[in-house]
């Protein structure tokens, strides 16, 4: 089969792979019908993920439709249109009880697809424990409307919920990327008294408004954002902060942008250290939380996905066929012809 590796730093290749096997009885094999390129395959690809091997095959945004499965699964069949979770959990252990699946104890528990274990930008991909980590898709949703179900839509998902957002609350996103977007649909779930999604890029902010959010989106060059938000709160500031953008002095922005007491949210993936100036917010005795995704709500994503109340189809803007994903990637990874989101055919 056909499959996109990653060879070593800086470096990426499209090989031919056999294709996977069940390995053990909580396995299942995937057909991948339609993958995507996240910005984490990016940081492997600069070599800012300690944990990715090299010769793996990348991919952790995919959706297909299951070909087989072990005699241990029992929530999926042969046939069945299924989300790929990107995280493996075994759901036993300490962390999966509390539902905390990205800390599952086991030893490709966590972030392991396209990571540490091959991945599903490919034809084929192996799903470790695929009762936990495949979600069947209901008839009326598309593979496009499913496709970030099992990562970015998990991420915004999970952000909005670790912000404890209230509807009294002025609720700050930094960052109009994928991952802002996704966070901000699920922010306004939430129904804050004002929900402002922040970036530097005006392409992004003006892809933003024509999606439709319901949020204020704001270029913060040209728009003093730290004045908006203190006109929104009556000087206070936010209460809540989610980064989501990584860039550039973000880290920063978000815990300046909070009130006295307010939750800083980090979902942003960094590549360089950031710098915590304790001194400098001594007395704010503000909230930090962060860490990567716990992509447990799969389920509920594809409810409110068929309900209308969510959709991240309008996220794509290009589509490629695998054969072509080198130069799917150079697109992305340069922000090129307005790319947002790719959607990869298999």
């Given at each position: 089969m056909k499959a996109l590796v990653y060879k070593k730093n800086h470096r990426l290749a499209l090989e031919e792979r056999p294709r996977p096997s069940l390995q053990l009885p909580t396995d299942a094999i995937v057909r991948v019908t339609l993958a995507s390129i996240c910005s984490s395959d990016l940081h492997i690809k600069h070599?800012?993920?300690p944990k990715a091997i090299p010769g793996i095959v990348l991919g952790h945004e995919m959706v297909g439709i299951v070909e087989e499965t072990g005699e241990q699964v029992h929530n999926v069949k042969p046939g069945d249109r299924v989300?790929?979770?990107?995280?493996?959990?075994?759901?036993?252990?300490?962390?999966?009880?509390q539902g905390l699946v990205n800390n599952?104890?086991?030893?490709?528990?966590?972030?392991?697809?396209?990571?540490?274990?091959?991945?599903?930008?490919?034809?084929?991909?192996r799903v470790p424990y695929a009762d936990n980590g495949l979600n069947r898709i209901p008839?009326?949703?598309?593979?496009?409307?499913?496709?970030f179900v099992g990562d970015i839509l998990s991420t915004g998902y999970w952000a909005a919920d670790l912000a404890e957002i209230t509807k009294n609350d002025t609720v700050v996103i930094l960052g109009a990327g994928p991952t802002g977007l996704c966070t901000a649909m699920c922010a306004s779930l939430y129904e804050p008294k004002h929900l402002i999604l922040a970036d530097i890029d005006e392409e992004r902010v003006q892809f933003g408004r024509k999606l439709g959010i319901s949020a204020q989106v704001v270029d913060c060059v040209r728009q003093d954002l730290e004045k908006l938000v203190m006109e929104k709160t009556g000087?206070?500031?936010?209460?809540?902060?989610?980064?989501?953008?990584?860039?550039?002095?973000?880290?920063d922005l978000?815990?300046?942008?909070?009130?006295?007491?307010?939750?800083v949210c980090l979902v942003a993936m960094?590549?360089?250290?950031?710098?915590?100036?304790?001194?400098?917010?001594?007395?704010?005795?503000?909230?930090?939380k962060t860490g990567g995704v716990h992509a447990a709500h799969c389920e509920r994503l594809l409810q409110l996905?068929?309900?209308?109340?969510?959709d991240t189809a309008g996220l794509i803007t290009h589509t490629f066929a695998l054969e072509e994903i080198l130069s799917a990637y150079d697109l992305f990874e340069n922000r090129e012809a307005g790319v947002m989101k790719i959607a990869v055919e298999i």
């Open positions: 070599g800012a993920v989300t790929i979770n990107v995280e493996t959990f075994c759901g036993e252990c300490f962390y999966c009880k599952c104890a086991d030893e490709n528990g966590g972030w392991a697809l396209g990571c540490r274990i091959d991945g599903g930008q490919a034809e084929y991909v008839q009326s949703i598309t593979d496009r409307q499913a496709l000087g206070r500031g936010a209460d809540r902060v989610i980064e989501a953008a990584g860039g550039e002095g973000t880290f978000a815990w300046q942008l909070a009130r006295p007491s307010g939750i960094y590549e360089e250290d950031q710098r915590l100036p304790l001194p400098q917010m001594y007395g704010k005795n503000l909230t930090f996905i068929e309900e209308g109340r969510l």
